[in-house]
């Protein structure tokens, strides 16, 4: 889909802002451009919609030399999202999304149409933000009308430039699980550029490391962690790059589904001999609705004859299954239990997470990672 062959830009007064940089983004992939400060990687991203022109290389679009497209229609065709956000502040939420579409001749119908579409997809009720304007949202609102915007000519790609670097923490990680959502329904193809190695970990399916304007590895996010190129790359992704794995894996992929469980009425004599029979030590309480109510423990059964009299309602909870691991074991450490309940918007519980599965996850992922470096290693020798 995008095809980067020895690009490089040099500016008028010398500098070598990129240099010979190549590598290819599949359709559908999501590739991060990573690295410190003045690397290269924003000068990268723009030569590809053509707001900085490369001095040398060749960059491909779908087959086609990006030079030999109207730089208009390259730009309509490829969405632009921005750390600053750049809504037009005269413009309601509807019109900032219908930028795009309107240049491309929509009508107002079928703009607003699509505005709501993006609302919604984003969890933002037309109804309420559609008709109001940048000022009167919250910065992370903003965000996700920026993100909109990218979207709202419906692009097959976008180029998103550290697009959630402007926000709070907590704000951020709600952004990027739900843009992580979004990316599993639309498919697009992305150029991300960010400075933070967690992160490009959480959203790339590849990641570009770059060095003072030079390409130095670029791999699945497991690949940089367990097997870096280099000690550039070894440092880069710091001397915890095993913990950072846990940021490559969704919680919903190693949960259990269909944990034992008990109900707050049942007998608690029945919840012990379930234990013994799972060889666990506790069990997840669930009510009728399939809501989760708390943690019933081999320890705590000699206090009470319901599970309800004895049952832990005070344990912490994963919202999300797709959250990462990295995140699910924060809240795990927290609750003091070594199991966490994964449950939806309801509460109705999704699975149940525990620490032997977290430690069988981390062992697969790096050895899938090994294998994989073996199987390509002779080919980088081979490069140029």
């Given at each position: 889909?995008?095809?980067?062959?020895?690009?490089?830009?040099?500016?008028?007064?010398?500098?070598?802002?990129?240099?010979?940089?190549?590598?290819?983004?599949?359709?559908?992939?999501?590739?991060?451009?990573?690295?410190?400060?003045?690397?290269?990687?924003?000068?990268?991203?723009?030569?590809?919609?053509r707001?900085?022109?490369?001095?040398?290389?060749?960059?491909?679009?779908?087959?086609?030399?990006?030079?030999?497209?109207?730089?208009?229609?390259?730009?309509?065709?490829?969405?632009?999202?921005?750390?600053?956000?750049?809504?037009?502040?005269?413009?309601?939420?509807?019109?900032?999304?219908?930028?795009?579409?309107?240049?491309?001749?929509?009508?107002?119908?079928?703009?607003?149409?699509?505005?709501?579409?993006?609302?919604?997809?984003?969890?933002?009720?037309?109804?309420?933000?559609?008709d109001?304007?940048?000022?009167?949202?919250?910065?992370?609102?903003?965000?996700?009308?920026?993100?909109?915007?990218?979207?709202?000519?419906?692009?097959?790609?976008?180029?998103?430039?550290?697009?959630?670097?402007?926000?709070?923490?907590?704000t951020?990680?709600?952004?990027?699980?739900?843009?992580?959502?979004i990316?599993?329904?639309?498919?697009?193809?992305?150029?991300?550029?960010?400075?933070?190695?967690?992160?490009?970990?959480?959203?790339?399916?590849?990641?570009?490391?770059?060095?003072?304007?030079?390409?130095?590895?670029?791999?699945?996010?497991?690949?940089?962690?367990?097997?870096?190129?280099?000690?550039?790359?070894?440092?880069?992704?710091?001397?915890?790059?095993?913990?950072?794995?846990?940021?490559?894996?969704?919680?919903?992929?190693?949960?259990?589904?269909?944990?034992?469980?008990?109900?707050?009425?049942?007998?608690?004599?029945?919840?012990?001999?379930r234990?013994?029979?799972?060889?666990?030590?506790w069990?997840?309480?669930?009510?009728?609705?399939?809501?989760?109510?708390?943690?019933?423990?081999?320890?705590?059964?000699?206090?009470?004859?319901?599970?309800?009299?004895?049952?832990?309602?005070?344990?912490?909870?994963?919202?999300?299954?797709?959250?990462?691991?990295?995140?699910?074991?924060?809240?795990?450490?927290?609750?003091?239990?070594?199991?966490?309940?994964?449950?939806?918007?309801?509460?109705r519980?999704?699975?149940?997470?525990?620490?032997?599965?977290?430690?069988?996850?981390?062992?697969?992922?790096?050895?899938?990672?090994?294998?994989?470096?073996?199987?390509?290693t002779?080919?980088?020798?081979?490069?140029?």
């Open positions: 889909m995008i095809r980067l062959e020895k690009v490089t830009k040099i500016y008028p007064d010398g500098t070598e802002a990129v240099g010979g940089v190549s590598f290819e983004v599949q359709k559908g992939e999501l590739c991060v451009l990573l690295g410190p400060s003045g690397c290269g990687k924003t000068t990268t991203m723009k030569m590809i919609n707001l900085i022109s490369a001095t040398s290389g060749k960059i491909y679009i779908d087959g086609t030399d990006n030079t030999s497209i109207d730089e208009n229609e390259l730009r309509r065709n490829i969405g632009y999202a921005i750390q600053d956000i750049g809504l037009f502040p005269h413009m309601t939420v509807a019109e900032n999304i219908g930028t795009v579409p309107a240049l491309k001749g929509w009508s107002k119908v079928k703009r607003r149409k699509r505005a709501k579409e993006l609302l919604e997809l984003l969890r933002m009720h037309p109804d309420v933000f559609i109001k304007y940048p000022r009167e949202l919250s910065g992370g609102q903003r965000q996700r009308v920026g993100v909109a915007r990218a979207l709202g000519g419906d692009p097959p790609i976008m180029l998103m430039d550290e697009p959630f670097g402007a926000i709070d923490p907590i951020r990680v709600e952004l990027q699980n739900e843009f992580l959502k990316q599993q329904e639309i498919r697009k193809t992305i150029i991300f550029v960010t400075h933070d190695i967690y992160e490009a970990i959480k959203m790339g399916h590849r990641i570009a490391l770059m060095k003072e304007g030079h390409l130095v590895q670029y791999a699945p996010p497991a690949d940089l962690l367990y097997r870096p190129k280099d000690e550039f790359v070894a440092d880069f992704a710091g001397a915890d790059r095993g913990l950072k794995g846990l940021q490559l894996i969704r919680t919903e992929d190693v949960m259990w589904k269909s944990p034992p469980a008990a109900k707050p009425d049942e007998d608690v004599k029945a919840a012990r001999k234990m013994e029979q799972e060889g666990i030590d069990l997840v309480v669930i009510d009728d609705e399939g809501r989760f109510a708390g943690w019933a423990v081999s320890s705590d059964l000699e206090g009470g004859r319901k599970v309800k009299e004895i049952m832990n309602t005070s344990a912490l909870t994963a919202p999300s299954a797709n959250a990462t691991l990295s995140e699910a074991l924060s809240v795990m450490l927290t609750s003091g239990l070594n199991v966490l309940a994964i449950v939806d918007q309801d509460n519980l999704e699975g149940v997470l525990t620490f032997q599965a977290i430690q069988d996850a981390l062992r697969e992922t790096a050895q899938e990672a090994s294998v994989r470096m073996r199987r390509i002779p080919l980088r020798e081979e490069s140029p």
